[in-house]
Protein backbone atom coordinates (compact mmCIF):
# COMPACT_ATOMS: atom_id res chain seq x y z
CA UNK A 1 0.00 0.00 0.00
CA UNK A 2 1.30 2.85 -1.01
CA UNK A 3 0.95 6.59 1.23
CA UNK A 4 -0.84 9.41 -1.45
CA UNK A 5 0.28 12.58 -0.17
CA UNK A 6 -0.72 15.88 -1.23
CA UNK A 7 2.11 18.14 -2.34
CA UNK A 8 0.22 21.05 -3.63
CA UNK A 9 2.13 23.58 -2.10
CA UNK A 10 0.46 25.82 0.79
CA UNK A 11 -0.77 29.64 -0.05
CA UNK A 12 1.45 31.33 2.74
CA UNK A 13 -0.23 34.21 3.58
CA UNK A 14 1.74 37.43 2.59
CA UNK A 15 3.81 39.09 4.57
CA UNK A 16 2.52 41.97 6.85
CA UNK A 17 -1.12 40.57 6.47
CA UNK A 18 -3.25 39.24 9.23
CA UNK A 19 -6.21 36.30 9.77
CA UNK A 20 -8.10 39.08 11.00
CA UNK A 21 -8.09 41.53 7.35
CA UNK A 22 -10.36 40.98 5.07
CA UNK A 23 -8.97 39.09 1.36
CA UNK A 24 -10.45 40.12 -1.77
CA UNK A 25 -12.42 37.04 -1.79
CA UNK A 26 -13.99 37.55 1.84
CA UNK A 27 -14.72 40.29 0.56
CA UNK A 28 -16.89 39.46 -2.26
CA UNK A 29 -18.20 36.32 0.23
CA UNK A 30 -19.68 39.20 3.05
CA UNK A 31 -20.19 41.40 -0.21
CA UNK A 32 -22.72 38.25 -1.56
CA UNK A 33 -24.40 37.75 2.21
CA UNK A 34 -24.94 41.06 2.07
CA UNK A 35 -26.77 41.38 -0.98
CA UNK A 36 -28.79 38.19 -0.51
CA UNK A 37 -30.04 39.50 3.22
CA UNK A 38 -31.89 42.51 1.40
CA UNK A 39 -33.25 40.36 -0.88
CA UNK A 40 -34.69 38.54 1.54
CA UNK A 41 -35.50 41.49 3.11
CA UNK A 42 -36.75 43.13 0.41
CA UNK A 43 -38.80 40.33 -0.60
CA UNK A 44 -40.65 40.61 2.84
CA UNK A 45 -41.40 44.55 2.67
CA UNK A 46 -43.28 43.44 -0.84
CA UNK A 47 -44.97 41.13 0.65
CA UNK A 48 -46.12 42.94 3.56
CA UNK A 49 -46.91 46.14 1.74
CA UNK A 50 -48.78 44.16 -1.38
CA UNK A 51 -51.13 42.55 2.13
CA UNK A 52 -51.26 45.89 2.87
CA UNK A 53 -52.74 47.38 0.22
CA UNK A 54 -54.77 44.58 -0.92
CA UNK A 55 -56.69 44.54 2.90
CA UNK A 56 -56.45 48.73 2.80
CA UNK A 57 -58.66 48.64 -1.04
CA UNK A 58 -60.58 46.12 0.56
CA UNK A 59 -61.81 47.67 3.46
CA UNK A 60 -61.86 51.11 2.23
CA UNK A 61 -64.50 50.16 -0.76
CA UNK A 62 -66.46 47.22 1.83
CA UNK A 63 -66.52 49.07 4.96
CA UNK A 64 -69.19 51.42 3.53
CA UNK A 65 -71.48 48.18 2.67
CA UNK A 66 -71.73 47.50 6.67
CA UNK A 67 -74.11 51.07 6.73
CA UNK A 68 -76.99 52.13 4.58
CA UNK A 69 -78.63 55.66 4.26
CA UNK A 70 -82.32 55.65 6.04
CA UNK A 71 -85.16 57.86 6.39
CA UNK A 72 -87.03 58.14 9.63
CA UNK A 73 -90.00 59.10 9.57
CA UNK A 74 -94.49 58.88 10.90
CA UNK A 75 -96.23 56.83 8.91
CA UNK A 76 -100.24 56.06 9.34
CA UNK A 77 -101.42 52.58 8.69
CA UNK A 78 -104.71 53.30 7.02
CA UNK A 79 -107.35 50.83 7.60
CA UNK A 80 -108.83 51.43 4.27
CA UNK A 81 -105.87 50.30 2.40
CA UNK A 82 -104.25 47.45 4.07
CA UNK A 83 -107.63 45.94 6.19
CA UNK A 84 -110.87 46.88 3.89
CA UNK A 85 -112.86 44.12 6.00
CA UNK A 86 -112.12 45.59 9.12
CA UNK A 87 -111.54 41.79 10.54
CA UNK A 88 -107.90 42.50 11.26
CA UNK A 89 -107.61 38.86 10.07
CA UNK A 90 -103.97 38.40 8.88
CA UNK A 91 -104.87 36.41 6.37
CA UNK A 92 -107.20 38.03 4.64
CA UNK A 93 -104.92 41.58 5.31
CA UNK A 94 -102.25 39.28 2.96
CA UNK A 95 -104.28 39.94 -0.19
CA UNK A 96 -103.34 43.27 -0.12
CA UNK A 97 -99.91 43.75 -2.38
CA UNK A 98 -97.04 46.02 -1.65
CA UNK A 99 -98.50 47.99 -4.17
CA UNK A 100 -100.64 49.64 -1.37
CA UNK A 101 -97.56 49.61 1.47
CA UNK A 102 -95.82 51.81 -1.14
CA UNK A 103 -98.63 54.22 -1.82
CA UNK A 104 -98.84 54.67 2.04
CA UNK A 105 -95.00 55.00 2.53
CA UNK A 106 -94.79 57.52 0.04
CA UNK A 107 -98.47 59.76 1.20
CA UNK A 108 -96.99 59.75 4.31
CA UNK A 109 -93.50 60.81 3.40
CA UNK A 110 -95.19 63.84 1.30
CA UNK A 111 -97.03 65.08 4.20
CA UNK A 112 -94.89 64.26 6.39
CA UNK A 113 -92.13 66.83 4.40
CA UNK A 114 -94.81 69.45 4.13
CA UNK A 115 -95.54 69.39 7.88
CA UNK A 116 -91.69 70.28 8.36
CA UNK A 117 -91.49 73.05 5.24
CA UNK A 118 -89.06 70.75 3.40
CA UNK A 119 -88.82 71.24 -0.32
CA UNK A 120 -87.05 71.45 -3.37
CA UNK A 121 -88.59 73.74 -5.82
CA UNK A 122 -89.68 72.39 -8.79
CA UNK A 123 -89.55 68.26 -7.73
CA UNK A 124 -92.45 66.26 -8.38
CA UNK A 125 -94.33 64.02 -6.17
CA UNK A 126 -92.99 60.98 -7.77
CA UNK A 127 -89.35 61.99 -7.35
CA UNK A 128 -90.11 62.37 -3.66
CA UNK A 129 -91.51 58.95 -3.18
CA UNK A 130 -88.55 57.49 -5.55
CA UNK A 131 -86.01 57.85 -2.98
CA UNK A 132 -87.80 55.29 -0.71
CA UNK A 133 -86.43 51.81 -1.77
CA UNK A 134 -88.54 49.13 -3.44
CA UNK A 135 -87.65 47.07 -0.80
CA UNK A 136 -89.03 49.46 2.23
CA UNK A 137 -92.88 48.30 1.29
CA UNK A 138 -92.13 44.74 1.53
CA UNK A 139 -90.79 45.21 4.92
CA UNK A 140 -93.80 47.24 6.30
CA UNK A 141 -96.17 44.55 4.84
CA UNK A 142 -94.25 41.97 6.81
CA UNK A 143 -94.30 43.74 10.17
CA UNK A 144 -98.00 44.66 9.73
CA UNK A 145 -98.83 41.17 9.41
CA UNK A 146 -96.55 40.23 11.69
CA UNK A 147 -98.62 42.47 14.39
CA UNK A 148 -102.12 43.26 13.01
CA UNK A 149 -102.90 45.49 15.97
CA UNK A 150 -100.55 48.84 13.96
CA UNK A 151 -103.24 49.23 11.42
CA UNK A 152 -105.14 52.39 11.77
CA UNK A 153 -102.05 53.84 13.98
CA UNK A 154 -99.18 56.19 13.64
CA UNK A 155 -95.89 54.44 13.55
CA UNK A 156 -91.96 56.02 12.98
CA UNK A 157 -90.54 53.84 10.23
CA UNK A 158 -87.27 53.37 9.15
CA UNK A 159 -87.05 52.40 5.39
CA UNK A 160 -84.22 52.49 3.36
CA UNK A 161 -83.24 55.05 0.42
CA UNK A 162 -82.81 53.98 -2.78
CA UNK A 163 -79.24 52.79 -3.57
CA UNK A 164 -78.24 56.32 -5.28
CA UNK A 165 -79.15 58.47 -2.49
CA UNK A 166 -77.24 56.33 -0.63
CA UNK A 167 -74.33 56.53 -2.65
CA UNK A 168 -74.44 60.09 -2.87
CA UNK A 169 -74.02 59.82 1.24
CA UNK A 170 -71.05 57.80 0.61
CA UNK A 171 -69.60 59.79 -2.19
CA UNK A 172 -70.34 57.77 -4.58
CA UNK A 173 -72.56 59.78 -6.70
CA UNK A 174 -71.93 63.54 -7.72
CA UNK A 175 -74.48 65.65 -8.91
CA UNK A 176 -72.59 65.52 -12.58
CA UNK A 177 -73.58 61.87 -12.44
CA UNK A 178 -76.98 62.68 -11.51
CA UNK A 179 -77.51 65.02 -14.65
CA UNK A 180 -76.91 61.25 -16.65
CA UNK A 181 -78.17 58.81 -14.51
CA UNK A 182 -82.10 57.73 -15.38
CA UNK A 183 -82.10 56.53 -11.44
CA UNK A 184 -82.07 59.21 -9.85
CA UNK A 185 -82.07 63.59 -10.84
CA UNK A 186 -80.37 66.49 -9.05
CA UNK A 187 -83.38 67.70 -6.88
CA UNK A 188 -83.23 64.40 -5.30
CA UNK A 189 -79.85 64.88 -4.51
CA UNK A 190 -81.00 68.64 -2.89
CA UNK A 191 -83.76 67.52 -1.25
CA UNK A 192 -80.80 64.15 0.68
CA UNK A 193 -79.14 67.31 1.52
CA UNK A 194 -82.40 69.04 3.50
CA UNK A 195 -83.29 65.67 5.09
CA UNK A 196 -79.62 64.83 6.21
CA UNK A 197 -79.69 68.72 7.75
CA UNK A 198 -83.06 67.86 9.22
CA UNK A 199 -81.88 64.49 11.00
CA UNK A 200 -84.55 62.45 8.80
CA UNK A 201 -82.10 61.04 6.38
CA UNK A 202 -78.81 59.13 8.15
CA UNK A 203 -76.59 56.75 7.27
CA UNK A 204 -77.09 53.83 10.15
CA UNK A 205 -75.27 50.61 10.88
CA UNK A 206 -77.07 48.27 8.02
CA UNK A 207 -77.09 44.75 10.17
CA UNK A 208 -79.25 43.45 7.11
CA UNK A 209 -76.42 43.29 5.09
CA UNK A 210 -75.71 40.59 7.59
CA UNK A 211 -79.02 38.64 7.97
CA UNK A 212 -81.08 39.40 4.58
CA UNK A 213 -81.47 37.73 1.62
CA UNK A 214 -80.07 38.65 -1.88
CA UNK A 215 -81.95 40.88 -3.08
CA UNK A 216 -82.51 41.76 -7.37
CA UNK A 217 -80.90 44.15 -9.16
CA UNK A 218 -83.84 46.93 -8.61
CA UNK A 219 -82.89 47.03 -4.93
CA UNK A 220 -79.19 46.99 -4.34
CA UNK A 221 -79.62 48.64 -1.39
CA UNK A 222 -81.55 45.58 -0.02
CA UNK A 223 -79.15 43.06 -0.65
CA UNK A 224 -77.96 40.69 1.80
CA UNK A 225 -75.50 38.02 2.93
CA UNK A 226 -77.71 36.22 5.28
CA UNK A 227 -78.39 33.10 2.78
CA UNK A 228 -74.72 32.81 1.38
CA UNK A 229 -73.46 32.98 5.23
CA UNK A 230 -75.86 30.11 6.07
CA UNK A 231 -75.10 28.23 2.88
CA UNK A 232 -71.57 28.19 3.66
CA UNK A 233 -71.70 27.45 7.33
CA UNK A 234 -74.33 23.85 6.11
CA UNK A 235 -71.29 23.19 3.75
CA UNK A 236 -68.55 23.41 5.70
CA UNK A 237 -70.05 21.52 8.51
CA UNK A 238 -70.99 18.32 5.98
CA UNK A 239 -67.30 18.79 4.66
CA UNK A 240 -65.69 18.46 8.24
CA UNK A 241 -67.79 15.73 8.74
CA UNK A 242 -67.08 13.72 5.76
CA UNK A 243 -63.64 14.93 4.64
CA UNK A 244 -61.72 14.58 7.97
CA UNK A 245 -62.11 10.90 9.14
CA UNK A 246 -61.77 9.95 5.32
CA UNK A 247 -58.85 11.74 4.85
CA UNK A 248 -57.00 11.07 8.88
CA UNK A 249 -57.92 7.58 8.25
CA UNK A 250 -56.58 6.65 4.89
CA UNK A 251 -53.56 8.62 5.86
CA UNK A 252 -53.32 6.30 8.41
CA UNK A 253 -53.59 3.31 6.86
CA UNK A 254 -51.35 4.26 3.94
CA UNK A 255 -48.20 5.34 6.54
CA UNK A 256 -48.93 2.85 9.15
CA UNK A 257 -50.22 -0.31 7.67
CA UNK A 258 -50.46 -0.82 3.99
CA UNK A 259 -47.75 -3.01 2.39
CA UNK A 260 -45.25 -1.20 0.52
CA UNK A 261 -46.11 -2.39 -3.40
CA UNK A 262 -46.92 -1.29 -6.72
CA UNK A 263 -50.38 -0.83 -5.93
CA UNK A 264 -49.99 1.06 -2.98
CA UNK A 265 -47.19 3.46 -4.56
CA UNK A 266 -49.63 4.00 -7.61
CA UNK A 267 -52.75 5.38 -5.06
CA UNK A 268 -49.95 8.03 -3.57
CA UNK A 269 -49.30 9.25 -7.08
CA UNK A 270 -52.46 9.33 -7.92
CA UNK A 271 -53.43 10.98 -4.32
CA UNK A 272 -50.41 13.49 -5.17
CA UNK A 273 -52.09 14.37 -8.42
CA UNK A 274 -55.39 14.72 -7.56
CA UNK A 275 -54.07 17.59 -5.28
CA UNK A 276 -52.75 19.53 -8.60
CA UNK A 277 -55.70 19.05 -10.24
CA UNK A 278 -57.66 22.76 -10.77
CA UNK A 279 -60.72 23.10 -8.59
CA UNK A 280 -63.33 23.50 -11.75
CA UNK A 281 -62.66 20.02 -12.84
CA UNK A 282 -63.98 18.71 -9.39
CA UNK A 283 -66.68 21.35 -10.45
CA UNK A 284 -67.61 18.95 -13.39
CA UNK A 285 -67.10 16.08 -11.65
CA UNK A 286 -69.75 17.37 -8.70
CA UNK A 287 -71.87 18.66 -11.80
CA UNK A 288 -71.88 15.06 -13.94
CA UNK A 289 -72.00 12.73 -11.11
CA UNK A 290 -73.64 13.81 -8.36
CA UNK A 291 -76.48 16.24 -9.99
CA UNK A 292 -76.71 14.41 -13.27
CA UNK A 293 -76.34 10.90 -12.43
CA UNK A 294 -77.33 10.57 -8.71
CA UNK A 295 -79.99 13.46 -8.95
CA UNK A 296 -79.38 15.39 -6.11
CA UNK A 297 -80.51 19.16 -6.27
CA UNK A 298 -78.72 21.94 -8.13
CA UNK A 299 -77.70 24.53 -5.98
CA UNK A 300 -78.03 23.13 -2.83
CA UNK A 301 -75.44 22.65 0.37
CA UNK A 302 -75.19 18.95 0.12
CA UNK A 303 -74.12 18.48 -3.80
CA UNK A 304 -71.55 21.73 -2.85
CA UNK A 305 -70.01 19.83 0.47
CA UNK A 306 -69.60 16.62 -1.52
CA UNK A 307 -67.51 18.52 -4.14
CA UNK A 308 -65.07 20.19 -1.45
CA UNK A 309 -64.59 17.20 0.05
CA UNK A 310 -63.22 15.34 -2.94
CA UNK A 311 -61.13 18.57 -3.70
CA UNK A 312 -59.87 18.52 -0.12
CA UNK A 313 -59.14 14.87 0.46
CA UNK A 314 -56.08 14.72 -1.42
CA UNK A 315 -54.65 17.83 0.37
CA UNK A 316 -55.73 16.32 3.97
CA UNK A 317 -54.16 13.22 3.33
CA UNK A 318 -50.54 14.43 2.43
CA UNK A 319 -50.58 16.54 5.27
CA UNK A 320 -52.07 13.72 7.95
CA UNK A 321 -49.16 11.57 6.48
CA UNK A 322 -46.98 14.20 6.93
CA UNK A 323 -47.92 14.77 10.63
CA UNK A 324 -47.32 11.25 11.37
CA UNK A 325 -44.06 10.89 9.62
CA UNK A 326 -42.76 13.34 11.34
CA UNK A 327 -43.28 11.63 14.92
CA UNK A 328 -39.60 9.97 15.67
CA UNK A 329 -39.12 6.58 15.01
CA UNK A 330 -38.09 5.74 18.66
CA UNK A 331 -41.91 6.35 19.52
CA UNK A 332 -42.86 3.52 17.62
CA UNK A 333 -39.83 1.31 18.37
CA UNK A 334 -40.68 2.03 22.38
CA UNK A 335 -44.29 1.06 22.47
CA UNK A 336 -43.56 -2.09 20.08
CA UNK A 337 -40.51 -2.54 22.90
CA UNK A 338 -43.02 -2.62 25.87
CA UNK A 339 -45.67 -5.15 24.13
CA UNK A 340 -47.39 -2.49 22.76
CA UNK A 341 -49.65 -4.05 19.41
CA UNK A 342 -49.44 -1.98 16.06
CA UNK A 343 -52.82 -0.54 16.65
CA UNK A 344 -52.45 0.38 20.58
CA UNK A 345 -48.80 2.01 18.96
CA UNK A 346 -50.53 4.09 16.41
CA UNK A 347 -54.08 5.32 18.03
CA UNK A 348 -51.71 5.56 21.73
CA UNK A 349 -48.77 7.24 21.00
CA UNK A 350 -48.59 8.15 17.47
CA UNK A 351 -51.43 10.02 16.88
CA UNK A 352 -51.76 12.13 19.98
CA UNK A 353 -48.00 13.10 18.93
CA UNK A 354 -49.42 13.81 15.35
CA UNK A 355 -52.59 15.71 16.31
CA UNK A 356 -51.35 19.30 16.26
CA UNK A 357 -49.92 19.19 12.83
CA UNK A 358 -52.71 16.45 11.95
CA UNK A 359 -55.47 19.23 12.85
CA UNK A 360 -53.14 22.21 11.40
CA UNK A 361 -53.05 20.84 8.01
CA UNK A 362 -56.69 20.01 7.81
CA UNK A 363 -58.27 22.92 8.89
CA UNK A 364 -56.10 25.37 6.64
CA UNK A 365 -57.03 22.68 3.83
CA UNK A 366 -60.75 23.36 5.02
CA UNK A 367 -59.95 27.31 4.92
CA UNK A 368 -58.38 27.34 1.54
CA UNK A 369 -61.67 25.35 -0.19
CA UNK A 370 -64.11 27.52 1.13
CA UNK A 371 -62.78 30.25 -0.69
CA UNK A 372 -63.26 28.59 -3.85
CA UNK A 373 -65.50 29.74 -6.40
CA UNK A 374 -65.37 27.92 -9.50
CA UNK A 375 -66.55 24.30 -8.37
CA UNK A 376 -69.89 25.90 -6.96
CA UNK A 377 -70.27 28.22 -10.25
CA UNK A 378 -71.04 24.63 -12.22
CA UNK A 379 -73.22 23.03 -9.49
CA UNK A 380 -75.63 26.06 -9.87
CA UNK A 381 -75.02 27.81 -6.75
CA UNK A 382 -74.84 31.01 -8.24
CA UNK A 383 -78.36 31.58 -8.66
CA UNK A 384 -80.46 34.01 -7.10
CA UNK A 385 -82.29 32.36 -4.30
CA UNK A 386 -84.40 34.49 -2.02
CA UNK A 387 -86.00 32.04 0.44
CA UNK A 388 -83.20 30.79 3.72
CA UNK A 389 -82.72 27.00 3.92
CA UNK A 390 -84.66 24.66 6.48
CA UNK A 391 -82.73 24.11 9.58
CA UNK A 392 -80.45 21.06 9.16
CA UNK A 393 -82.91 18.80 10.38
CA UNK A 394 -85.88 19.22 8.24
CA UNK A 395 -83.74 18.90 4.71
CA UNK A 396 -81.73 22.27 4.68
CA UNK A 397 -79.10 20.39 3.06
CA UNK A 398 -81.18 20.23 0.24
CA UNK A 399 -82.82 23.67 0.20
CA UNK A 400 -81.10 25.48 -2.60
CA UNK A 401 -78.52 28.00 -1.05
CA UNK A 402 -75.73 30.59 -1.69
CA UNK A 403 -72.00 30.85 -0.66
CA UNK A 404 -70.04 33.45 0.19
CA UNK A 405 -67.19 33.17 -2.43
CA UNK A 406 -69.84 32.88 -4.97
CA UNK A 407 -71.97 35.75 -3.60
CA UNK A 408 -68.76 37.44 -3.89
CA UNK A 409 -68.64 36.96 -7.90
CA UNK A 410 -72.28 37.46 -7.74
CA UNK A 411 -72.35 40.71 -6.34
CA UNK A 412 -68.97 42.03 -8.80
CA UNK A 413 -70.43 40.73 -12.00
CA UNK A 414 -73.74 43.11 -11.83
CA UNK A 415 -73.91 46.63 -12.88
CA UNK A 416 -74.76 48.81 -10.16
CA UNK A 417 -71.82 50.60 -8.06
CA UNK A 418 -73.58 49.26 -5.02
CA UNK A 419 -73.44 45.42 -5.46
CA UNK A 420 -70.11 46.42 -6.74
CA UNK A 421 -69.56 48.29 -2.83
CA UNK A 422 -71.23 44.93 -1.69
CA UNK A 423 -68.77 42.73 -2.77
CA UNK A 424 -66.40 44.01 -1.12
CA UNK A 425 -68.27 43.91 1.75
CA UNK A 426 -68.76 40.15 1.24
CA UNK A 427 -64.99 39.65 1.03
CA UNK A 428 -64.32 41.44 4.78
CA UNK A 429 -66.81 38.70 5.69
CA UNK A 430 -65.23 35.95 4.11
CA UNK A 431 -61.93 37.16 5.17
CA UNK A 432 -63.44 37.23 9.02
CA UNK A 433 -64.43 33.82 8.76
CA UNK A 434 -60.91 32.24 7.08
CA UNK A 435 -59.26 33.98 9.59
CA UNK A 436 -61.41 32.39 12.26
CA UNK A 437 -60.64 29.12 11.29
CA UNK A 438 -56.82 30.06 10.70
CA UNK A 439 -57.17 31.25 14.70
CA UNK A 440 -58.80 28.00 15.35
CA UNK A 441 -56.01 25.94 13.58
CA UNK A 442 -53.37 27.88 15.59
CA UNK A 443 -55.41 27.30 19.13
CA UNK A 444 -55.85 23.63 18.56
CA UNK A 445 -52.44 23.29 17.71
CA UNK A 446 -51.09 24.78 21.15
CA UNK A 447 -54.03 23.10 22.96
CA UNK A 448 -52.93 19.68 21.60
CA UNK A 449 -49.24 20.21 21.70
CA UNK A 450 -46.83 17.84 22.90
CA UNK A 451 -43.22 17.62 23.06
CA UNK A 452 -40.83 14.56 23.35
Known amino acids: MTDIIDRTPFAMPQAGSSLMSETPLMKRRNAAEIRFRMYGVAAIVIALLTLAIMLFTIIRDGSSAFVQATISYPVVIDAAVVDKTGSRDPAQMASVTTIG ?39 LRDTVLADPSLVGQT ?8 GRVDGYLKGRVTREIAERDSNVTPAQLDLADKLVEAGILASKFNWSFITAPDASDLRPEAAGLGIAIMGTAYMMFLVVIMSLPLGVAAAIYLEEFAPRNWFTDLIEVNISNLAAVPSIVFGIL ?11 PASSPIVGALVITLMSLPTIIIATRAAIRAVPPSI ?76 VYSWASRAD ?24 AIVLRRRFERRW
Request: glycine share 10%; hydrophobic share 55%; aromatic share 8%.
Open 332 to 407: RDAALGVGASKMQTVFHHVLPLAAPGIMTGAILSLASAAGETGPLLLIGMVAYVANYPAGPFEGGFLDPASALPVQ
Open 101 to 139: YARILGESLVKYLAEEGIAVEGMSRKEVTDMISKDAPAR
Open 286 to 296: GLAVFINFVGL
Open 155 to 162: ITVNVFAT
Open 417 to 440: PAFIERSSGAIIVLLLFLLVMNIL
